[in-house]
């Protein structure tokens, strides 16, 4: 482990007045030279003493007592003193015990509410890696699942952090985390403590450490809600990784220290707006921490006082959140771009918030969070504010920990939220680790999402969570799994729309699948995948099929036509003199009992139109004069018919093989190129009679990847 450096953040404040801190204001850091010296001395403590808490440990003991007043601080300890009497004689590159670093491990965790197990496990986690103490000792002494944890974090220890090394190490990261998030919060510790100590480090080690940290582990804080990790992660890797900037930022906030005050002013007013609406409100101002104020600053030039930081207004119920956002809107002049309602519509991480900005009388425009304190809790420390989700309803722990209930629901079980599962499905499909690491930087990359709702109902979740920029395509993976290859379209908001599509927040959903599951996607569908579920997916199943993968052939395909020389029998008659020769007109083919008028044309011909046909409204427009016509005694008749599908092998084929089955027979066909993955077929045909249209038409769209069924109301295409 590295030694203790002197902390980039801290030197301008920031890490007691961050944007989300995860240290109380007013504690200060503690001094792990004092701490080491406290652990010595409570390792040499009489007899008298050993039932005492040690003094090392008090720090952890208060942390902890406030979030969880009855807690048994006994346990803790014990594993402090198996902690210190194994870790004793190792030192820090620093200098200090080495005992000092699961201290402050357990004491960052501490002060985010984790419970009793998940410290205990913080302060034994290193004990089996580094020192004799084994897994099944810790089993005995203190139980399951502190075992289980503790061999958890460390199995991600065991694998070097090497570039080469960087994808393995994070798979096992994600199995290990995949069965209890609480390994995950132990190590995003543990990270916090080394980045803080990273100063004795040579100065490339440094940045490789840094760059890990910010591609995936400020990514998965976001993810896991442990807003107070991450901040600080963030601005400690801003200051090795980019020291220009940092120094920049560090400067200008030097350069405003009285930045917030033109926020306390609004703060005042906000106050005295909700006192006198009998809002029970607590208003805060919460400086920004220095990555956010380079991010605002680059979004907006130059910076004004509010620009510092934001209002954090803080109430007891759901509904007070939306009485303050009436009352802010209503005295104050808001942002309607700022608006977001995260209550109603929480991110993937439990994050829940109003969002919106309020300009005051001068001008001054401040942004401001509206929140309960529960979910200002969850907010800072995310899962590890939820305790223990195996804890039984007596307040019990349940040993089997390593075992979740299986649960989609991202809020129902949050040791397995919905991103997680998701990232474990396809991790499992991709033995290559570099495609694994390759697409889990690009997942994690995405810090936007959107969720699109199911249409239809089922037993399915009604949402589906995709990052921003997803297609139809990531949709049908998300949803679906490897049943997706056989997915032929979507209905986007009741339109039906190509897999190209890409979804916005909100939009409705229904994907369409094939009956026959031996259809794959095409190589096109990976230059519309965003998430690697689909991504993996599509290439394993391309990968399995080469001869799918074949490219198109270059030249555009003309339409195809099939035509047999067959007449109408259906008869027409006209009043005109002469009796003049009567057809159904091409355009829109009527049958019996359908509705028409007719009109002359070259040779004395007249041509029988559906009532409604363009042809027949522009024949009018053009001052000729229709005839009246009416049918015969016959029910046989002729119709064209337009089927558009999604194209898949076999459509054809199994079209005929439907038309042939309701008696109709094929007079002409038309298959136009596929376009965006549809298919238009026009089909002129034969019927015996003309009450079983109905019929034909719905066997022609039972046919899988047949969507509607029309009659022509146009001049069909040119044949070739």
């Known amino acids: 482990m590295s030694a203790e450096a002197t902390n980039p953040v801290s030197e301008a404040g920031s890490a007691t007045g961050s944007d989300a801190p995860g240290r109380r204001r007013g504690r200060p850091r503690i001094d ?13 403590a009489g007899p008298a003493m050993r039932d005492r808490l040690p003094d ?5 003991a208060e942390a902890h007592r406030a979030h969880h007043p009855d807690a048994d601080l006994a346990v803790l300890r014990r594993a402090y003193v198996l902690a210190e009497s194994s870790h004793r004689g190792q030192m820090r590159k620093s200098g200090e015990p080495y005992i000092t670093h699961p201290l402050a491990v357990t004491l960052i965790l501490a002060e985010l509410g984790a419970e009793t197990t998940t410290l205990t496990a913080s302060l034994l986690h290193d004990t089996v890696e580094d020192t004799e103490v084994t897994l099944d000792q810790v089993r005995r002494e203190f139980g399951d699942e502190v075992a289980y944890l503790v061999d958890g974090v460390t199995k991600l220890e065991k694998v070097d952090y090497g570039a080469a090394a960087e994808s393995e190490t994070f798979r096992k990261m994600l199995v290990a985390t995949g069965n209890d998030v609480r390994v995950m919060s132990i190590k995003l510790a543990d990270r916090l403590h080394n980045m803080r100590t990273l100063g004795v480090m040579r100065p490339e ?36 990784l980019h020291p220009e900037e940092y120094e920049a930022t560090r400067a200008l906030i030097a350069r405003n220290p009285g930045a917030c005050d033109a926020l306390a002013g609004i703060a005042e007013q906000v106050s005295a707006v909700l006192r006198e609406a009998g809002i029970t409100a607590e208003v805060l101002v919460r400086p920004r921490h220095f990555v956010s104020v380079h991010r605002v600053r680059l979004k907006r030039g130059e910076l004004r ?11 007891g119920e759901d509904a007070d959140c939306y009485a303050v956002l009436g009352e802010l809107h209503t005295c104050f002049t808001p942002v309607v771009s700022e608006f977001k309602d995260f209550i109603a519509a929480p991110k993937f991480n439990l994050y829940q918030s109003l969002h919106t900005a309020v300009a005051a009388p001068d001008g001054a425009v401040a942004e401001v969070l509206i929140r309960t304190h529960r979910m200002h809790k969850v907010a800072e420390a995310g899962v590890v504010a939820l305790g223990n989700p195996y804890a039984a309803p007596d ?55 959107i969720t ?42 009741g339109r039906l729309a190509p897999l190209s599509t890409v979804l916005h927040d909100g939009d409705t959903v229904q994907l369409l699948l094939a009956q026959d599951s031996s259809s794959g996607p095409s190589p096109q569908w990976l230059d519309h995948a965003r998430t690697p579920a689909a991504r993996i997916a ?117 079209l005929t093989e439907a038309i042939a089955a309701e008696g109709a027979a094929v007079v002409s066909a038309t298959i136009e190129p596929p376009s965006e993955q549809r298919v238009r077929h026009t089909y002129t045909l034969q019927l015996p009679d003309a009450a079983g249209l109905p019929a034909l038409m719905k066997a022609m769209r039972d046919v899988p990847g047949v969507y509607d069924v029309s009659r022509a109301r146009q001049a069909p295409p040119p044949r070739s």
């Not at 089922?458 to 679906?480: K, R």
């Open 32 to 44: 792990l030279r004092r701490l080491g010296r406290a652990a010595l001395l409570g390792a040499t």
């Open 56 to 60: 090392a440990i008090g720090h952890v």
């Open 205 to 240: 080690k440094q940045a490789r450490i840094a760059k890990v940290t910010r591609d995936v582990l400020i990514p998965l804080a976001e993810r896991l809600g442990v807003q107070a990790l991450k901040t600080e992660l963030e601005d400690l890797v801003f200051a090795i």
């Open 305 to 315: 006082g509010p620009d510092f930081g934001r209002l954090l207004v803080l109430v």
């Open 395 to 449: 307040g019990t722990e349940n040993p089997a920990a390593g075992t979740p209930a299986a649960d989609d629901s991202e809020r129902v079980d949050p040791t397995r939220p919905g991103w997680l599962s998701r990232l474990l499905d396809w991790q499992q499909s991709t033995p290559d680790p570099d495609t694994f690491w390759t697409s889990l930087r690009a997942d994690l990359a995405q810090d936007q999402e």
């Open 452 to 493: 699109v709702f199911r249409a239809g109902g089922g037993d399915a979740p009604g949402t589906i969570s995709l990052p921003a920029g997803a297609t139809c395509v990531d949709a049908a993976y998300a949803e679906h799994g490897e049943a997706a290859h056989s997915c032929l379209g979507a209905r986007v908001n």
């Open 538 to 654: 599509i290439t394993g199943w391309l990968q399995a099929h080469p001869e799918a993968a074949k490219p198109p052939a270059a030249a555009p395909r003309p339409p195809v036509s099939v035509t047999a020389d067959r007449h109408s029998g259906a008869k027409l008659h006209t009043e005109l003199p002469e009796a003049p020769f009567v057809r159904p007109a091409g355009c829109c083919t009527p049958v019996p009992n359908d509705a028409i008028t007719g009109f002359v044309v070259r040779g004395g011909t007249v041509t029988a139109h559906r009532t409604g046909c363009a042809t027949a409204a522009a024949m009018r427009r053009l001052g000729r004069e229709p005839v009246t016509v009416h049918w015969g005694d016959t029910a046989e008749c002729r119709v064209t018919l337009r089927a558009e599908s999604f194209g898949r092998p076999g459509l054809l084929a199994d």
